[in-house]
């Protein structure tokens, strides 16, 4: 084969090349131009991890932030615990055994009612001293009596019934001492028994008992017997940081949320505020008085609402608008032709209408109305 012919071969395979490129580029742009719908919107990240630039921004609607006034708020949570103003507690006032127990924890008592009975030596020896007493005392009248008459008769002197009339009167006293003792014990001169009956002084829940039956006791010595509680007014203790301490004052006034109650709303006056900080939260304690409407348990949590004395303007945004993120919330604003930023805002409390209070923004400025659809467009 010469030249010639190789030449023309090699001529027609690259001219019928060429026009199978040109159909595949045609074919290509025709189905391009023949598709339908909206084109979506594409997200095109900018140099600042914040800002987003999106083709079609229109698809975004915008809204304002209004403006709302309100006295700024503290939010803190506590536990309701005992006055311990309140909190009386029971001794025993006899060494011995516990021969019977009357009441137990938990149970509410009235002043009076019987507790628990113990059976002492202290008590018997207490009988004996005033018996004793008893016996000398009539000893001393009579002799007291007889010097009396010796004396009017001139047959003493005047001395012998000073010494007479002396002996007498240690005589009554020693009676009065025994007799106090008996009623300190809670015993009763006229019935003498081993056995001392211990009574509530005043009324309330008991809320500690460190006795069983049979168990042994001291007199007037820790750990006492039983705890009486007066529930009807109790303390909220609350740990307040250090940075919010500004807005909370002796005095004033919390709004106490419950939440086993969550519709209760109490008032709880601030009495005292702890000089001494936690070294580790650097938190104080605020105390609060309350009282109980017959709710209120110790242990349980609560929310304590600390108001500001000043209104405070704040930016207010359709709840749609915050997005929440990463334990986080944020909003989308405008930042200048198809491009929107990512600002961390701190969400308040919920408004009227779905409207929340927000604080980073302005009032007046614009944020996206559906922060979650431009969030899942920048996601994709």
């Not at 012919?5 to 159909?23: D, K, N, P, Q």
């Not at 168990?215 to 009486?228: H, K, Y």
């Not at 940081?241 to 969550?262: C, F, I, K, S």
Request: net charge negative; hydrophobic share 40%; charged share 20%.
């Amino acid at each position: 084969m010469n030249r010639a012919v190789v030449f023309r071969i090699a001529l027609c395979l690259g001219l019928l090349a060429s026009l199978t490129g040109c159909e595949k580029k045609v074919a290509a742009r025709d189905t391009a131009d023949t598709g339908t719908g909206p084109v979506p919107s594409a997200v095109e990240a900018d140099m600042d991890a914040t800002n987003f630039k999106v083709d079609h921004p229109e698809e975004f609607p915008l809204v304002r932030a209004g403006e709302y006034s309100a006295a700024p708020e503290l939010n803190v949570t506590g536990a309701i615990g005992p006055d311990a103003s309140r909190q009386v507690p029971v001794p025993s006032l006899a060494s011995g055994r516990v021969v019977a127990i009357a009441a137990r924890l938990g149970d509410e008592v009235k002043k009076g009612q019987l507790l628990f009975k113990v059976r002492s030596s202290d008590i018997a020896g207490a009988f004996s001293d005033y018996r004793k007493a008893v016996k000398n005392e009539q000893l001393a009248k009579m002799q007291f009596d007889r010097a009396q008459l010796l004396f009017d008769d001139g047959a003493i002197p005047k001395s012998g019934l000073e010494v007479a009339q002396n002996a007498e009167d240690n005589a009554q006293v020693d009676l009065e001492t025994a007799t106090e003792h008996l009623h300190l014990l809670g015993a009763d001169p006229e019935h003498p028994s081993g056995i001392i009956e211990v009574h509530a002084p005043v009324s309330g829940v008991i809320t500690d008992q460190q006795i069983t039956d049979s168990s042994g006791v001291q007199a007037l010595t820790p750990p006492n017997p039983f705890t009486i509680s007066d529930i009807s007014q109790v303390w909220i203790v609350c740990d307040v940081y250090e940075n919010d301490l500004a807005q909370v004052h002796v005095g004033e006034y919390a709004d106490v949320h419950l939440n086993a109650y969550p519709n209760r709303v109490l008032k709880a006056r601030i009495s005292n505020i702890g000089q001494i900080l936690d070294p580790n939260l650097h938190t104080a304690k605020v105390r609060l008085e309350v009282a109980n409407p017959g709710l209120l348990r110790f242990g349980m949590f609560v929310t304590a609402t600390f108001h500001g004395a000043a209104a405070q303007k704040l930016a207010t945004v359709p709840a749609t608008a915050i997005l929440h993120l990463h334990d986080r919330q944020w909003v989308y604003t405008p930042a200048g032709s198809e491009t929107f930023r990512r600002v961390e805002v701190a969400a308040g409390k919920m408004l009227p209408a779905n409207v929340q209070e927000v604080s980073g923004i302005r009032p007046g400025e614009q944020v996206v109305r559906n922060a979650l659809v431009l969030q899942s467009t920048v996601e994709q």
